[in-house]
């Protein structure tokens, strides 16, 4: 964690502390590298996966599953 504060994915505060962040992950970008998605340690929890990712994966789960 150098530079800004990185933002809260949980309350969209900034994370001043580096002891209270936790790392939950990468989000990739269309054009770039992405980037670190950082939550409180009291908001961690809150943060779910992105729903439009879970329901492309539903639907290709559906399809290999009625192939089978």
Not at 5 to 22: E, F, K, M, S, Y
Not at 36 to 64: E, F, N, Q, T
Request: with cysteine; aromatic share 2%; net charge negative.
């Amino acid at each position: 964690m150098t530079g800004a504060a990185p933002t809260c994915r949980g309350c969209g505060q900034p994370i001043l502390d580096p002891q209270d962040a936790v790392l939950l992950g990468h989000e990739e970008a269309n054009s770039g590298p992405g980037w670190d998605i950082w939550a409180h340690r009291a908001h961690a929890d809150r943060v779910g996966p992105d729903p439009v990712a879970l329901r492309i994966l539903a639907r290709v789960l559906l399809v290999k599953a009625l192939r089978d």
